[in-house]
Each structure stands twice: as structure tokens, then as C-alpha cells.
């Protein structure tokens, strides 16, 4: 396996940056997951590194060797860079070990060499036992696993995933979320993983590298990325964050600042070294948000949403003098809040969200 470095790629196709100076270093065993809405730029970046589309600007290496700059594109072909595609591409008239074994048939591989090869590739994806089926008798997971395996005979350097699981059903795709940490396990194979689905980033990726309008928003573990988002971008776009205007009012101390936001005061997380400044934003949970009784600490408003959902309730809230901002918390059973209450609700905590330009 190898390790994958992009540094500074762009892509233009004619006015459009599809992308704009991506910089993403993928370790050699390590599992990254790049996520982003749509036209974000994430299949661009996948065709790429496999050598279907050049780049305009900057260079890509796998394994320390340069495969893609303006100059030069190592096709496809010599690049050993698997891919496993959402739709599986499986020959329907050909059993799962001719499936698995076709590429190294027509590269001239003999007999024996190849039924080890495609008998060690089933074994890695839990598939010993299917190798005599046609693919039309197999299940939606078990054609990914199919297609998983035939990437690998090939001994690729690394694997990207095209969204793999978005034809599944959430069953499905949760216990293919499973077989895929599983299989990263065991074997350390290098995974970039293409996704617009956060839970499933979330779930599987060691680090996940946010896309937006063809730039790279931050690169982070998901924790990371949850607790400390680098931007507004990222603060709403993961777990439905929600973005506060606030003015920071004392400079950072032990990783806290106090801010005032919609007229409270309160200490949230920091960056070090911030300092007191207006216009800022801070970025809070839902969980983060609770309703205070009687004239304590907080900010009035009114409730514009219950939505039940078992067991707890959504509940939308729009404080006074501020149309723009909607707030959003789960208040569990005996749910009290009906669309048209008034409340006082207080923040408990937040995430001073860096000035734009400190970086991801
Ligand atoms: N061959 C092309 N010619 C012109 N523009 C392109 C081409 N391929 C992609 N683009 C543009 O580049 C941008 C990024 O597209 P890309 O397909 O990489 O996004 P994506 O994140 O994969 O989106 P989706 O999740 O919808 O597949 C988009 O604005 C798209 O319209």
C-alpha cells in the first residue's frame, strides 16, 4: 500500500474552477473520507488521482512518485489505483470468480496464479463461498463486496470508493459500513472514500476532508471537525450546526473566551490566542441549547416549530428582534412546546468559529 499526496491541484474546465489548490496528504494504511455537497468537486478530484482527467495546476503522487502534473498524467492503467464504484459494473453472464479474475486473464496471468489470487481476494471480503454464483443471485451488499474484491485482485496501491453504498437501503448500508471498517482492519489498505453522506464519513474515516465549491474547507478527524469547525461553512454543513452572530469580549484563556451572543453572556471554546473582536460567530449544538425558567439568563423568543419524533420533540425557536436566526433543540418526553409559545431559552456552551483566513 501507499500513501497519496495532492498538493495544491486545480482543475478548470473552461470558466469553472471545479477545483481550486486542494492540498490533501493521505498516509500510507490510512482511511480518509472526502465529503461535500453536490458539485463540490469530489468526483473531479476522484477521476484525478485515477488518471481519467489531467490536472490544470499543481501535482499528484502516490507512493512518493509523481503520477499527475500539468506536464505529464501516468494513465490510468499503470497508476495500481483500485476503484470501487457505486453501480458495481459486474459482467452478468460470468460467475463472481470470473468477474473477480477477468483482468488478470487478459493481462496474461496463468491458471493457478490466478484462481490463488482470486480465491485470497474473496477470503479478504468474506466471499469464500459465492465464487460459482452469477452476480444476479447475489444480494446488493454481496455485488459490492464482488466488485471490492475484483479492485483488489489487482493489487492496487490504494482504493478510492465512489459513493459505494448509494444504491443500498439504510439496512444495507449500515451493515456494508461495518464490512468496510472491517475490512480496513485487516488489511491497512490506503481508502479515499468519496462521499456526500456525513454519518457514513463519520462512521468509517479516520480523517474527513470537507469540500465546498471546489476548495478544501477543512481536513480533520471527525471529532475535530464536530467540536472545533473552521468555518461557518463546515459548522453548518456538519450535524446541522448552528451559526450565531456573537462579539467576543475577553481574549482567550485556557482555550475559553466569553462571548455575548443574542444578548447573553456566556464562555465558549477557542481557538488560542483569540482576542476580543465584533462581527464574530460562534457555532452551537442542539444540545448545547436549554430552556430557562422564570427571567434567568437567556433570551426571549418564540417556539415556530414542534415537530414529535418519538421520544422527543424538535423544537424551532426564533428570538425576539432576530427574523434570520433559527434556533433548533430536542426537548424529551413529556414534551411541553407547541408551535406559537413564547420562551426563554440560554446557551450552555459553543465554538468561537475563526476569523475568516486563519485557516482549516
Ligand atoms: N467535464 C466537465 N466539464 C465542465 N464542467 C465540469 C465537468 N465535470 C465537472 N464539471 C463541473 O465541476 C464542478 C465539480 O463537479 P463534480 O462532478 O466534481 O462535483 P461532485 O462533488 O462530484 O458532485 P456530485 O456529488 O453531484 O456528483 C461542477 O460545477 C461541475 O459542473
Given at each position: ?18 477545483l ?19 458539485g463540490?468537486?469530489?468526483t ?10 489531467t ?16 506536464q505529464?498524467n ?7 489505483v ?11 453472464h ?9 483482468a488478470?486473464?487478459?493481462?496474461g ?10 480465491k ?5 471480503v468474506?466471499m ?64 479515499l472514500y ?13 480523517r474527513i476532508?470537507v469540500?465546498?465549491?471546489?476548495r ?8 475535530e471537525?464536530?467540536h472545533e ?8 454543513f456538519i ?6 452572530p ?15 451572543v443574542?444578548?447573553?453572556?456566556l ?6 490566542g ?12 442542539a ?13 426571549d423568543?418564540s ?9 422527543a ?31 426563554r431559552?440560554?446557551l450552555?456552551?459553543g ?10
Amino acid at each position: 500500500m501507499a500513501g497519496l499526496s495532492i498538493e495544491n491541484v486545480t482543475k478548470r474546465f473552461g470558466e469553472t474552477n471545479a477545483l481550486d489548490k486542494v492540498s490533501i496528504q493521505v498516509a500510507d494504511g490510512e482511511f480518509l473520507a472526502v465529503l461535500g455537497p453536490s458539485g463540490c468537486g469530489k468526483t473531479t478530484l476522484l477521476r484525478m488521482i485515477a488518471g481519467f482527467e489531467t490536472v490544470s495546476g499543481g501535482r499528484i503522487s502516490i507512493g512518493g512518485s509523481d503520477v499527475s502534473t500539468p506536464q505529464m498524467n501516468v494513465p490510468p492503467e499503470k497508476r495500481r489505483v483500485g476503484i470501487v464504484f457505486q453501480n458495481y459494473a459486474l459482467w452478468p453472464h460470468m460467475s463472481v470468480a470470473e468477474n473477480i479474475g477477468y483482468a488478470l486473464k487478459v493481462a496474461g496471468v496463468s491458471r493457478a496464479e490466478r484462481e490463488a489470487r482470486v480465491k485470497a481476494a474473496l477470503a479478504l471480503v468474506n466471499m469464500e463461498q459465492y465464487g460459482e454464483r452469477r452476480p444476479a443471485n447475489l444480494s446488493g451488499g454481496q455485488r459490492q463486496r464482488v466488485a471490492l474484491a475484483r479492485c483488489l485482485v489487482a493489487e492496487p496501491s490504494l482504493v478510492l470508493f465512489d459513493e459505494p453504498l448509494a444504491n443500498l437501503d439504510v439496512h444495507l448500508r449500515a451493515s456494508m459500513e461495518d464490512e468496510f471498517a472491517d475490512f480496513h482492519k485487516r488489511t491497512g489498505t490506503t481508502i479515499l472514500y468519496i462521499t456526500h453522506d456525513q454519518a457514513e464519513a463519520m462512521a468509517l474515516a479516520d480523517r474527513i476532508a470537507v469540500m465546498d465549491h471546489g476548495r478544501l474547507m477543512q481536513l480533520a478527524t471527525p471529532r475535530e471537525l464536530y467540536h472545533e469547525p473552521a468555518n461557518e461553512m463546515v459548522a453548518s454543513f456538519i450535524s446541522q450546526g448552528m451559526v450565531l452572530p456573537a462579539d467576543v469580549l475577553t481574549a482567550e484563556k485556557k482555550g475559553e473566551c466569553k462571548v455575548r451572543v443574542l444578548g447573553q453572556e456566556l464562555v465558549v471554546r477557542c481557538r488560542p490566542g483569540e482576542k476580543p473582536r465584533r462581527d464574530a460567530r460562534i457555532c452551537c449544538r442542539a444540545s448545547q441549547i436549554e430552556a430557562v425558567k422564570g427571567k434567568g439568563d437567556g433570551f426571549d423568543g418564540s417556539v415556530t416549530r414542534a415537530v414529535y419524533r418519538g421520544g422527543a420533540a424538535r423544537i424551532e425557536f426564533e428570538p425576539d428582534g432576530a427574523q434570520q436566526t433559527c434556533l433548533h433543540f430536542d426537548q424529551p418526553d413529556p414534551v411541553s412546546f407547541a408551535a406559537g409559545d413564547r420562551a426563554r431559552l440560554r446557551l450552555t456552551s459553543g465554538w468561537l468559529i475563526p476569523a475568516a483566513g486563519e485557516g482549516a
